[in-house]
């Protein structure tokens, strides 16, 4: 039986990907049988509604040393991968999609970085986005430059495909908050770190399961996780707004002396509006941060495993 204590884990999310998870898992493999005789590979099914668990237990059953677990629904990738830091045992830990689009043949150069020139964080970062939507190159260049403003870390081409040594996975593990944001979070810790540019590839098959509303939902809970810059928006527009309010309310005042008051009747219609949707919106801010306060307090797990494969390595973890 070989130790329980593998010298790199990998993890990889998978949600709907029956199509090509099985060549994908032996193609990962293969580049790694020739990095390292000591490795686990855990997948993490995101609570995939296609045949993507029968094919990890297709692959399981080919291969000893992949370890499988299945989320009770679909918790997103940011939890599948909390999933996967949780249950990892490498002394370096790799993590990457199971598409091929963060490509295996980079790996040699990661390992390489962490094991010779001791690095502890080696980040792939995206030269350029690969083939995307119009609508969601321009979202996410948006995106990333709030975010950058707002956070002060500059993720721009921050992609989830990274390495990181067994002392990142542990301060990572330290970090209790529910609405997790990996690349962030990676980004906050600091350590001694390393950068590789790639060109992202094509997707392997099937089609990417990124919702227009998932992605939303991905970027307000990565600007509340990361600033709260956007609450005092809310007491810069008040106060804006004031100011505007006190030269209206003397103009108005002026026009109630020289005696045509009832002329301002538009000017009313147009506050009342504007006003209203300041308001709105203010509000809406800070009810995300509420949101956000309301479900680390709830202390719920964060996700929740129904099913798993074990590999040999962590059968034998688990007699210990
Ligand atoms: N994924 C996941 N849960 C989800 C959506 C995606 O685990 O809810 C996985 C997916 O199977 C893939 C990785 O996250 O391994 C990246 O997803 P995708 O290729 O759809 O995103 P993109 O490459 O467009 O960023
Ligand atoms: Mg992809």
Redesign the pocket.
């Known amino acids: 039986m070989e130790r329980a204590e593998p010298e790199m884990t990998v993890i990889?999310?998978?949600?709907?990907?029956e199509v090509h998870i099985y060549r994908s898992l032996r193609h990962i493999e293969e580049e790694l049988e020739r990095l390292t005789a000591s490795y686990e590979i855990i997948v993490?099914d995101?609570?995939?509604r296609d045949g993507t668990w029968e094919q990890l237990i297709l692959s399981g059953q080919r291969s000893p040393r992949l370890t499988a677990l299945r989320l009770s629904r679909?918790?997103?990738?940011e939890l599948?991968?909390c999933a996967g830091l949780e249950h990892a045992s490498g002394r370096a830990v790799i993590i990457?999609?199971?598409?091929l689009?963060h490509p295996p043949m980079l790996l040699p150069e990661m390992v390489r970085l962490w094991r010779e020139e001791g690095k502890e964080i080696v980040e792939c970062v995206k030269q350029d986005r690969?083939k995307?939507s119009l609508d969601?190159a321009v979202g996410s260049a948006l995106f990333y430059s709030i975010l950058n403003h707002l956070s002060g870390f500059d993720l721009r081409g921050a992609s989830?495909f990274k390495l990181l040594d067994r002392k990142v996975v542990q301060a990572w593990r330290e970090m209790p908050e529910r609405n997790t944001f990996f690349r962030g979070m990676t980004a906050w810790l600091g350590f001694n770190r390393a950068q590789i540019s790639f060109e992202?590839p094509e997707?392997a098959d099937g089609?990417?399961?990124?919702s227009f509303l998932?992605l939303m939902k991905l970027a307000v809970n990565a600007v509340v996780a990361f600033s709260s810059i956007p609450l005092r928006f809310v007491s810069l527009f008040g106060i804006v707004f004031l100011l505007g309010a006190a030269v209206l309310g003397v103009q108005t005042l002026y026009q109630k002396i020289v005696g045509n008051a009832v002329t301002g009747f538009t000017t009313v219609i147009l506050l009342l509006l504007i006003i209203g949707s300041v308001i709105m919106i203010s509000l809406g801010i800070i009810g995300e941060y509420i949101a956000s306060i309301y479900n680390e307090v709830k202390g719920r797990p964060r996700y929740l495993v129904s099913q798993r494969i074990f590999s040999e390595i962590s059968a034998g973890a688990s007699e210990d």
């Open positions: 990889i999310p998978v949600y709907n990907e993490i995101d609570g995939s679909n918790f997103g990738k599948a991968l990457m999609d199971s598409d689009q690969g995307e969601k989830d992202v997707r089609h990417s399961q990124w998932g």
